[in-house]
């Protein structure tokens, strides 16, 4: 029975964690891995000049991405916090789907979006284990965004162009999104700990392409519209200071 007993108060000092409260002014930074997992769809390729089409049943997809990322978040008393979040700008690849299918990759770019996060913090400051919910937003724009030859030969044949003789390039429209999260934070000791969170960001963009000459005279102008969705994970180690 004392064994027992003297079992259950250690568990129980275990899950207090009275060495790592958190209180207001705290700080804690993390850095850890982004697993990124669009839920995406998209719109058919429209050409919007010189003549508006569509070309019928096309789509595209994007690939999972990781990447390296860091937090630094600010606790304005022992249950709410303000977080920063940014990672290293990870890079997506775009896929045909439908009738661009047999296009292959069709380009690929780099996603910046920082973000900022309003937390609270179930449990007490004195817990090692702390669920928490997060709202919060994010700002996302694009760059290094790039084509493939085999997308670049079929917009050439669409336009009845010879591959050589026009080139077309791409952007993506930057965006604010709101960002949903909800993980846990555990804190082995005063200073260090470990976080786990899945975030939801509702986030659409569109691609617009401009096909020109290769003197740069315009042949052809076209967009598609991309829902990104993704689920975002996180994991990540922290030093509270």
């Known amino acids: ?4 007993m003297f079992a259950l108060a250690a568990l129980g000092a275990l899950a207090s964690g009275s060495a790592s409260a958190q209180n207001a ?8 891995w982004f697993h ?22 096309s789509g595209a997809s994007v690939k999972d991405s990781d990447t390296f990322g860091f937090n630094i978040g600010y606790f304005i008393d022992s249950h709410w916090a303000v977080e920063g979040v940014l990672g290293v700008p990870p890079k997506f690849k775009l896929n045909g789907t439908g009738t661009l299918g047999r296009v292959g990759q069709l380009g690929e770019a780099r996603q910046w979006s ?14 090692a284990f702390r669920p928490f919910v997060g709202l919060g937003g994010t700002y996302v724009w694009y760059s290094d965004v790039k084509l493939t ?4 030969g079929a917009l050439a044949s669409q336009f009845h162009q010879s ?9 993506l429209d930057s965006a604010f999104a709101p960002v949903l999260n909800a993980g846990v934070a555990y804190q082995f000791d005063k200073h260090w700990g470990v976080s786990f969170s899945v975030s939801y960001i509702p986030l659409k963009t569109k691609a617009k392409l401009t096909t020109t000459t290769v003197s740069g005279l315009p042949v052809a102008r076209s967009e598609a519209s991309l829902k990104l969705n993704p689920i975002v994970t996180y994991v990540a180690a922290t030093y509270r200071f």
């Open 163 to 171: 591959p050589y003789a026009v080139n077309t390039t791409a952007k």
């Open 114 to 127: 920082p973000t900022i996060l309003a937390k609270y913090f179930f449990n007490e400051g004195n817990d």
């Open 36 to 57: 990124l997992a669009p839920q995406d769809s998209s719109k058919p390729l429209t050409v919007t000049s010189p003549v508006q089409s569509v070309l019928p049943g």
């Open 149 to 152: 030859s085999n997308l670049q």
């Open 1 to 4: 029975m004392k064994k027992t």
């Open 25 to 32: 002014g705290d700080w804690v930074v993390g850095a850890g």
